[in-house]
């Protein structure tokens, strides 16, 4: 859709601001997704007004969803807009004093591209399993009794095959100098991988769908990422790992082995 007069107005108008704030969700940690049935956009709310968010925050409240508030400063706010794509947003509702309008994502900041890049060094990026996450885990953290939450079998099935056929950032500790070209791909000793474990020892392999998920968790810059395939992680839970936790720096989703196995069996057979 082509940018019109005040698509530039409204955006000029809020890039220029020194903060706005985001509808989020408090289970994700991320901007709370919302389906426009009639457009077919998935959309997030950007507020310029307290009191608007204050309105919108009580009315997803009211349908047992745990809201909270995003403040994004102006030096973040090309970051913030760009990491949108990561997770599948493709338009944005501004809420102002006096309206709401929507606007297309690329209308107000255009989608990297990679394809310049030769593949083996292009970023890995998930949106349709990111989105679909999302989505699950506002509806199953809703409050309120299971069988009231009518669309979660339905979310659970688009995720679950996201889930089947993404690939996978897996962090490693290299132990071994990585020759200048190399391709991301793992020779048997020449690495360690980094597991997550908890207070009452159980420990978790971290997984993640973005570059920018990789990059919230590797804050020292001591590891690599290569990718990997969902059988490839398969493999990985064994002893005392009882699962993978995705992107573990925001939404944490744990996918337990039994429930991996399932997903495996109930999409590739």
């Keep these: 859709m082509a940018m019109t007069q005040k698509d530039s107005d409204i955006i000029k108008n809020l890039v220029q601001k020194d903060s706005f704030l985001v509808l989020g969700s408090r289970i994700t940690k991320h901007p709370f997704i919302v389906w426009d049935k009639e457009g077919g956009e998935d959309q997030i709310y950007i507020f310029t007004s307290e009191e608007k968010f204050k309105e919108k925050e009580k009315e997803f409240r009211a349908d047992k969803y745990a809201m ?3 403040n994004v400063e102006q030096k973040s706010m090309k970051k913030f807009f760009i990491d949108l794509y990561s997770y599948g947003v493709s338009q944005v509702v501004i809420v102002s004093d006096e309206e709401e309008y929507a606007i297309k994502m690329e209308n107000i900041i255009p989608k990297p591209d990679f394809s310049k890049y030769p593949e083996n060094q292009q970023p890995l990026l998930n949106p349709s399993l990111e989105i ?3 989505y699950f885990l506002q509806e199953f953290t809703r409050d309120m009794p299971i069988e009231e939450k009518k669309e979660l079998i339905e979310l659970e099935e688009e995720m679950a ?7 996978y950032l ?21 690495f360690d991988i980094p597991y997550l474990s908890n207070s009452e020892g159980e420990m978790y392999l971290p997984i ?3 570059v920018v998920e990789f990059s919230k968790f590797n804050v020292q810059n001591d590891m690599k990422a290569t990718i990997v395939s969902i059988e490839q992680i398969q493999k990985m839970l064994v002893g005392k790992c ?3 936790v995705l992107n573990p720096a925001s939404m944490g989703f744990r996918l ?3 429930t991996l196995d399932n997903i495996l069996k109930k999409v590739k057979g």
Aim: zero cysteines.
């Design 68 to 70: 909270f508030g995003i």
């Design 132 to 134: 679909s996450v999302l």
């Design 161 to 167: 095959a996201n889930i089947a056929r993404a690939k």
């Design 170 to 190: 897996l962090p490693v500790r290299l132990t071994e100098e990585p020759p200048k070209d190399w391709d991301g791909k793992l020779k048997e000793g020449t």
């Design 208 to 210: 993640f769908a973005d």
């Design 242 to 244: 009882l699962g993978t």
């Design 256 to 258: 337990m082995t039994k």
